[in-house]
């Protein structure tokens, strides 16, 4: 069964930069058939696509959010990685990492999430 | 920035059926991209629900049901039970002058009476 694991900080200041790692177990995250995406839910307010990455390290933002954005990818520890950098308040939310099917891009397996909260 | 519309809230008694629409434009499910439904109980992470406008993941009850038609989608809940009580949410992909998206709805709430 394949499961997904985000880890980082919970507490970020502000201007400062949020990282965050996704590890996968139970699969492969080199397999040609998935993306790996973000994706963050501030409180009481609905989920927002951050960007998602190929195992080869193609990479695709939130045009919303894409300045700020990065998302890398070590095939060799099965993880992905996110990193936002000069974060607010607003940045403050549950941050889930999820496998993407690359062929209908459906979001199939999520973690449990990570809750980051901004502020000093 | 949610390009896809969702009714906030909607309710129905237990046996019954409820619908929830999803409504967006020429640059996503009116492209032709496909719809998929997820569920999110109170406290945790999203479940896929529907994926590719009308399948079910194995494991989903067959009470629940997608559809697709023009640039919106619908999401049927039949035989409504205590345990569908969760937020909702349906997602596509969009393909907007500034750059390739990922795009949720806003979010349904529904409340078993």
């Known amino acids: 069964q394949l499961q997904l694991q985000e880890s980082g900080p919970g507490l970020v200041k502000p201007s400062e930069t949020l990282s965050l790692t996704c590890t996968v177990s139970?699969?492969?995250?080199?397999?040609?058939?998935?993306?790996w995406g973000w994706i963050r839910q501030p409180p009481g307010k609905g989920l927002e696509w951050i960007g998602s990455i190929y195992y080869s390290g193609s990479t695709y933002y939130n045009p919303s959010l894409k300045s700020r954005v990065t998302i890398s990818v070590d095939t060799s520890k099965n993880q992905f990685s996110l990193k936002l950098s000069s974060v607010t308040a607003a940045d403050t939310a549950v941050y889930y990492c999820?496998?993407?099917?690359?062929?209908?891009?459906?979001?199939?397996?999520w973690g449990q999430g990570t809750l980051v909260t901004v502020s000093s | 920035q949610s390009v896809l519309t969702q009714p906030p809230s909607v309710s129905g008694a237990p046996g019954q059926r409820v619908t929830i629409s999803c409504t967006g434009s020429s640059s996503n499910i009116g492209a032709g991209y496909d719809v998929h439904w997820y569920q999110q109980l109170p406290g945790t992470a999203p479940k896929l629900l529907i994926y590719g406008n009308s399948n079910r993941p194995s494991g989903v009850p067959d009470r629940f049901s997608g559809s697709k038609s023009g640039t919106s989608a619908s999401l049927a809940i039949t035989g409504l039970q205590a345990e569908d009580e969760a937020d909702y949410y349906c997602q596509s992909y969009d393909s907007s002058l500034s750059g390739p998206l990922y795009v949720f709805g806003t979010g349904t709430k529904v409340t078993v009476l």
């Open positions: 139970g699969g492969s995250i080199s397999s040609s058939s998935y993306y």
């Open positions: 999820a496998r993407v099917a690359a062929v209908r891009i459906q979001f199939d397996y």
